[in-house]
């Protein structure tokens, strides 16, 4: 099975911030990956699929990079209904997919 | 507009059974293979199982195999999750989530693009 290793667990960051949290395949998944943001007691929501493409809908100040097995998030100028948390999740070639550990994305 | 509905969480005891449905809408649901992802009290994502389309395919997480069944009634536009020999370490909230292309849930694109708002199962004595 392929294992996403996602970093920080946890951040602290101010609004107008720039945030990067990045997640790490054990194998090479090209460009399978998307990424999710979960507010509390809510179901996650898609961001980013591909690796880079926005989900129709999402702030221009989310982007995603990365291919092979090093992955990022990007948000800039973090807005205050930003702080979340977000996951990473492949879907390359057979399953399982699997999710990342999360980031949870904190006021400071 | 485009939604998946889940229903059938409640509190069971260990080594019992229960049915959760998802009731979609608003989207061709005989197109879209479905998931089921969950989430234990105060932990991450977890994904559970797959559907094709059709119904002819499915993959389970290793946690569950040979005791969760996925299956659908693409006339009545609903998923469900059989789970039976319930244990503690299943209780968590179940989401429902269609496959984000339609067809063969197999691409970059693919991933889960509408999620419902999930059900909670919790298992104790």
């Known amino acids: 099975d392929i294992q996403m290793t996602q970093s920080p667990s946890s951040l602290s960051a101010s609004v107008g911030d720039r945030v990067t949290i990045t997640c790490r395949a054990s194998?090479?998944?090209?460009?399978?990956l998307g990424w999710y943001q979960q507010k509390p007691g809510k179901a996650p929501k898609r961001l980013i699929y591909?690796?880079?493409s926005l989900q129709s809908g999402v702030p221009s100040r989310f982007s995603g990079s990365g291919s092979g097995t090093e992955f990022t998030l990007t948000i800039n100028s973090l807005q205050p209904e930003d702080f979340a948390t977000y996951y990473c999740?492949?879907?390359?070639?057979?399953?399982?997919?699997?999710f990342g550990q999360g980031t949870k994305v904190e006021i400071k | 507009q485009v939604q998946l509905v889940e229903s059938g969480g409640g509190v069971v005891q260990p080594g019992r059974s229960l049915r959760l449905s998802c009731a979609a809408s608003?989207?061709?649901?005989?197109?879209?293979?479905m998931h089921w992802v969950r989430q234990a009290p105060g932990k991450g994502l977890e994904w559970v199982a797959v559907?094709?389309?059709?119904?002819?395919?499915?993959f389970y997480a290793d946690s569950v195999k040979g005791r969760f069944t996925i299956s659908r009634d693409n006339f009545k536009n609903t998923l469900f999750l059989e789970m039976n020999s319930l244990r503690a370490e299943d209780t968590a909230v179940y989401y429902c989530?269609?496959?984000?292309?339609?067809?063969?849930?197999?691409?970059?694109?693919?991933?889960?693009?509408?999620w419902g708002q999930g059900t909670t199962v919790t298992v104790s004595s």
């Open positions: 989530a269609r496959c984000g292309v339609s067809g063969i849930c197999s691409s970059s694109g693919s991933g889960m693009d509408v």
């Open positions: 608003g989207f061709t649901f005989s197109v879209y293979a």
């Open positions: 559907i094709s389309y059709d119904g002819g395919i499915k």
């Open positions: 194998q090479g998944i090209r460009n399978d």
């Open positions: 591909a690796a880079s």
């Open positions: 999740l492949q879907q390359h070639s057979s399953y399982p997919w699997t």
